[in-house]
């Protein structure tokens, strides 16, 4: 049996799941039961932090179980099972014993996880040598390809006369120049479960291409020809355009646009077929003329120039926009390509390719083998937030609980359309809404969730009035966009099932309750988005004070945003407002996800910088960041003041000072020399830096240098605090990452976002197929959504995605106002006079609220605020009882650095290179850093011997190194060609920022400058040559050629002792 549980929010999913969990383990426990049952259950959610959820409720109920504790699920368990109490506690005591010392057959994981388990097993049959690795970083790897196909642009030339055209079109489309990044970010939104991943040779492409622009050319001639035609009947009858009705604003001059072949318009002359009216006003002086051309012909032009537009316009414009966009697929492919060969060459799997690799492994296997591969055989199936299951991920358990039904097995899966809000990784909500249809009815039997154990009574019921109300309208308002009667059979009925049995029912224990809870929505004026944030952010001091005059801890308190920037936004108000509101009595700290990264802190930055500097001090850029933050930091100067600031000759004289000291001893220095430790708000941050920065000396060694590369590339992405979840600050959180969260009161200042996104950068990429010539040579190609869609072949396409964006945006809303325990406060704009629809969420929410179907069912109140704001409201705020802050963690007051003396150094050094602790991969690793670090260092040959005094006295070298090192740099200098490198003639700039305009910034190892001619330098000291070298080489000397040099570029492979010149 599949049981399905349409679980709403806050309705007891993780109850359901642990419970019938536990059922399996406990049930049917006869003399040849294996007890170990757990080993054939699967059960699997989308995240570390639901796995962990879920595990420890399980485990929790069978602790219960076994030590005579009263448990939640006691009375299902003996009414289900049929057992005596007695009976299912001794059950529990032995199945959690064998639980825990077997716990790696425990089978509750992430979907991902268990894909890998299989992946494993069948490590040779998908083309992977074992050890492989799972790639997370996926953008990181589209990078990489992008750069690939731009170093070897010499071999195709092909390729770069399409980039060429494509920098062209960016140009003329105000987009950036930088094209490297902006093809990145179309194949980052691009690939995705219904890619095409297969390369397509670009001869084909071209093919394509040439056979549509002849399509395009001879459709546009013959619109040209018949315009043309119109145009000389009516300069025969003695008239010109500006005759005719309207002037200069009538249809005819669309005859203009056609005769130029434009043809976009040309559908404006319809109104003028068979219908004299159009053509004539009564103040007319030309009456007889237009007649006579109306009946000698021009009306026949008419008639045919629309007819063929009716025949040939859908297939004109749909050749256009393939042809337009053809060579992205190309690059596409060659990405596909690119990306292929870089993960075999690292033996790695991207992790967002498991589903592809697993799907393949299934559907070419009996079930029988694959659980024979894996070493386990998995008899009953649990899936959770099945809604966000994608269909490639569906396909890959599909079989395997096919196979589970057929044993007569237990499976069950939990899910709600409405909370399906992850699209864009591509789940897929219409898979949950026909489950039931892909199985026999006798297998499958449908459970609904529908009690709201979370909210109070009057937000479950006007979360039910609400978006029983929002639906109708959003199908009503797409039914009059698409116009045909097929609307119901086609999207309207899928919409509207999506939200079927919406209506939660209000438990009697929540009935009970005294507080009934409060919802208030305001629709607050503005001329524009800018002026509406404005006024949202002015509301939230007021209630933030009521909801804490009404005993709401500032834990209890979310704020749900639609995008990071507005929570940004949010946290800069509470901060300044706080800042200049020092004596106020109410608590204005925030909790963010972007304020947890370390990067946040304007202290962790002014380290960064000053490191920075120590590595270039000579870099006029890398000392003005410096001075910027050490004005902000510091002096306490405002962010306009800091922007001019000059680095001061302290700062100067104490960077000389500790430039030599190892990396952990020189940020205690920076921290205890400017004293930052003694800001109590920057602590957490202070220390969770040094925690980070003391991991980074064991992991790898105590050198700046590669200390801030390693920042740079992934660390500062990467390093956050760590927040207890017990700190009483308020949160706020976008709303894709407050799924499965609740909060007590929840605020939404900015309700206000696109229902449909048409245009912009982050524009939805289709992909999709024709089977008509010469479409069908491309398989499936890349469109991107817009309007223009839905008059062309893509018609279907336009309108499906547009029902998945109503929806997808509806969802998000439903998400958000069931999050709220007791408190729902909403701001969103108010619309335009007269406007009934809009592409925008605020419209929606506001026909909504006004729509009398819906007040008929609450008791509500509405009015307009002492700023002229509309409101509605159910309820009011109402006191809760305070709870004390008891698990409240102590705050650090402040961080307690330490400076080292010369005489300390040398009992606490953390050495950079060592040989007795490093296998000999390790070494080679540390002794390339060590080289990288020396050579940094050196600006000509003679300064060999004084670098390698100074760093052996700080620490950096151990002594008894120093001669094998010596050795080392003689070998390297006697490389063919390399002592050159290091003559006097050279301005050298050793280890010298370049700024991307889109990429941050990147460092070669060491520049030498001769009037207009450039040589740039990378080391490598590892034991292969490798093509990334290459193209990071030849991405460093295309930005310096930018800068008017004459570049050359050399990689130096000191342990191979050899020069490769890069092209």
């Known amino acids: 049996m599949l049981n399905i549980y349409k679980a709403s929010a806050g309705s007891g999913k993780t109850y359901c799941l642990a419970l019938n969990y536990i059922k399996l383990l406990l049930k049917d426990w006869s003399q040849d039961k294996d007890p170990k049952n757990y080993r054939h259950i699967l059960a699997v959610t989308f995240t570390n932090k639901a796995t962990g959820e879920m595990k420890s409720r399980i485990l929790r109920e069978l602790d219960c179980l076994a030590n005579n504790e009263k448990s939640d699920f006691l009375d299902d368990l003996t009414k289900t099972l049929g057992e005596p109490e007695n009976v299912l506690r001794e059950r529990a005591k032995i199945v959690i014993k064998d639980i825990l010392n077997d716990y790696s057959h425990f089978m509750v994981s992430t979907i991902d996880r268990f894909f890998q388990q299989v992946i494993r097993a069948f490590v040779r049959d998908v083309g992977l040598q074992g050890g492989y690795q799972v790639e997370l970083d996926a953008d990181r790897v589209m990078q990489e390809a992008v750069d690939s196909l731009f170093t070897n642009l010499s071999e195709d030339k092909q390729l770069l006369l399409w980039l060429q055209i494509y920098a062209e079109e960016n140009v003329n489309e105000n987009k950036t120049w930088n094209l490297s990044s902006e093809i990145v970010k179309f194949a980052q939104n691009t690939f995705g479960d219904s890619a095409n991943d297969t390369e397509i040779k670009l001869d084909t492409l071209e093919k394509v291409r040439q056979s549509l622009n002849k399509f395009i050319a001879i459709t546009e001639e013959k619109f040209q020809n018949k315009a043309t035609c119109a145009l000389n009947i009516i300069k025969d009858n003695g008239l010109s355009l500006n005759d005719f009705k309207g002037s200069t604003r009538s249809p005819f001059n669309v005859l203009l646009k056609l005769q130029s072949k434009d043809i976009e318009s040309v559908q404006k002359l319809s109104k003028l077929k068979n219908n004299l009216d159009e053509w004539k006003s009564k103040s007319s002086t030309k009456i007889a003329q237009i007649d006579a051309a109306y009946n000698g012909g021009l009306n026949a032009c008419i008639i045919d120039i629309c007819d063929f537009a009716d025949k040939n316009l859908s297939a004109y414009q749909t050749a256009c926009l393939v042809r337009n966009d053809i060579r992205k697929l190309g690059l596409l492919s060659k990405i596909a390509k690119a990306r292929k060969e870089i993960l075999r060459e690292r033996n790695s799997l991207l992790l967002s390719d498991a589903n592809e690799f697993l799907k393949k492994i299934i559907n070419d296997s009996d079930t029988p083998f694959v659980y024979e591969k ?84 009057q937000i479950i019921q006007f979360n039910n009035a609400f978006f029983e109300t929002a639906i109708n309208l959003l199908c009503i308002q797409m039914e009059e966009e698409y116009n045909k009667d097929d609307f119901n059979s086609k999207y309207g009925g899928r919409m509207r099932r999506a939200y079927d049995n919406l209506a939660q029912k209000v438990p009697e224990k929540t009935d009970k309750k005294s507080s009934k809870g409060h919802v208030r929505m305001e629709f607050l004026k503005a001329k524009n988005n800018t002026e509406f944030q404005e006024k949202a952010l002015e509301k939230i001091p007021d209630v933030i004070k009521k909801l804490q005059d009404n005993n709401y801890n500032p834990r209890d308190i979310a704020f749900l945003v639609r995008k990071s920037k507005d929570g940004q936004a949010i946290a800069d108000f509470l901060m300044d407002y706080k800042s200049k509101n020092p004596n106020d009595k109410y608590c204005y700290d925030v909790i963010s996800n972007d304020s947890l990264f370390l990067s946040s802190s304007n202290t962790v930055l002014l380290i960064i910088s000053f490191l920075n500097y120590l590595l270039s001090s000579d870099d006029e850029l890398t000392g003005s960041m410096l001075a910027y933050y050490h004005a902000l930091v510091v002096n306490g100067e405002t962010k306009s003041q800091a922007v001019v600031a000059q680095l001061s000759d302290e700062v100067k004289e104490f960077a000389e000072q500790v430039k030599r000291k190892p990396l952990f001893e020189l940020t205690e220095e920076i921290i205890a020399h400017f004293k930052l430790g003694e800001n109590k708000e920057q602590c957490v941050y202070l220390q969770s830096f040094q925690d980070v920065v003391y991991n980074y000396v064991h992991g790898n060694n105590n050198d700046v240098k590669g200390f801030v590369d390693w920042w740079n590339e992934s660390g500062e992405s990467k390093s956050k605090i760590s927040v207890s979840e017990n700190q009483n600050a308020m949160r706020i959180i976008t709303i894709h990452k407050s799924k499965g969260l609740d909060f007590k009161a929840v605020v939404m200042p900015f309700c206000q976002w696109e229902l449909k996104e048409t245009s912009g950068r982050n524009t939805k990429v289709l992909w999709t197929s024709l089977s008509a010539s010469p479409y069908d040579d491309l398989g499936k190609f890349p469109i991107k959504y817009g309007t223009k869609l839905n008059e062309t072949a893509f018609e279907n396409d336009y309108w499906e995605e547009t029902m998945q964006q109503y929806i997808d945006n509806l969802n998000l809303i439903y998400v958000a106002f069931t999050r709220a325990r007791n408190e729902m406060i909403v701001f969103t704009k108010a619309s335009a006079e007269n406007s009934k629809t809009s592409n925008n969420i605020s419209v929606l929410l506001e026909n909504t609220i ?25 309820g009011s705020y109402e006191k809760i009882t305070k709870e004390e802050n008891t698990g409240e963690e102590k705050k650090m007051t402040a961080y307690l650095s330490r400076t080292f003396s010369d005489e300390e150094d040398s009992g606490v050094k953390m050495k950079l290179h060592s040989t007795d602790y490093f296998s000999e991969t390790e070494n080679k690793i540390e002794s390339g850093n060590l080289m990288h670090s020396i050579l940094q260092r050196i600006y000509t040959k003679s300064d060999t011997e004084k670098i390698l005094t100074d760093m052996t006295l700080s620490g950096l070298i151990a002594q008894d190194e120093l001669p094998s090192i010596r050795q080392k740099m003689e070998d390297f200098f006697s490389i063919s060609g390399v002592a050159e490198w290091f003559e006097p003639k050279y301005k050298v700039l050793n280890e010298t920022d370049i700024i991307m305009a889109d990429k941050g910034i990147c460092r070669p190892d060491r520049i030498l400058l001769d009037g207009k001619n450039a040589i740039v330098i990378d080391y490598k000291f590892g034991e292969k040559e490798l093509d990334k070298y290459k193209r990071q080489v030849s991405e460093y000397m295309r930005l310096i050629a930018k800068m008017g040099y004459s570049v050359k570029g050399y990689i130096c492979y000191g342990s191979l002792k050899k020069v490769v010149a890069v092209e």
Request: proline share 2%; with cysteine.
């Open 850 to 874: 006004h729509d009398q179907s819906l007040v008929s069912k609450l008791q509500s109140s509405s009015g307009t605020t002492d700023d002229d704001c509309e409101y509605f409201e159910i």
């Open 374 to 457: 894996i070493g386990t055989q998995i008899k009953h199936f649990m899936i959770d937030e099945f809604q966000d299951t994608s269909g490639t991920q569906w396909d890959n358990f599909r079989p395997l609980i096919e196979n589970s039904l057929s044993q007569n097995a237990e499976n069950m899966v939990v899910g709600d359309v409405k909370q399906s809000i992850y699209r864009f990784r591509n789940s897929d909500w219409s898979l949950l809404a026909g489950l039931k249809d892909n199985f026999n009815e006798s297998q499958v039997h449908e459970i609904p969730l529908d009690s709201n154990y979370r909210s109070l009574k």
